[in-house]
């Protein structure tokens, strides 16, 4: 099972543009889109106990980083040991 999953959505343009950065960084993830997904979503607002805020939600390894937040992904990327091209 992946150690990175991003929670996104189809139309989310910045979930789209995180996956494409961690595809270009080499970083294995899963992806789970919580519209077409009902098992993903119950399992992203178990994680936010309830507090949903919006998409991208990435789980690394159990930290969780709302949004495309690329300072804090790099940081819990590099904590994990995840990043390959750097």
Do not use: H
Not at 6 to 12: E, L
Not at 17 to 41: C, F, H, M, P, R
Not at 64 to 79: H, Q, V
């Amino acid at each position: 099972m992946s150690k990175v999953i991003v929670y996104s959505t189809s139309w989310c343009a910045f979930c789209n543009t995180e996956k494409q950065w961690l595809d270009k960084l080499g970083v294995e993830y899963e992806s789970k889109n919580i519209e077409e997904d009902q098992d993903a979503n119950k399992e992203l607002l178990e994680k936010v106990n309830g507090n949903f805020q919006g998409v991208p939600v990435t789980d690394v390894n159990g930290t969780l980083i709302l949004g495309f937040d690329r300072p804090r992904l790099e940081e819990a990327l590099e904590a994990n040991g995840l990043l390959k091209n750097k």
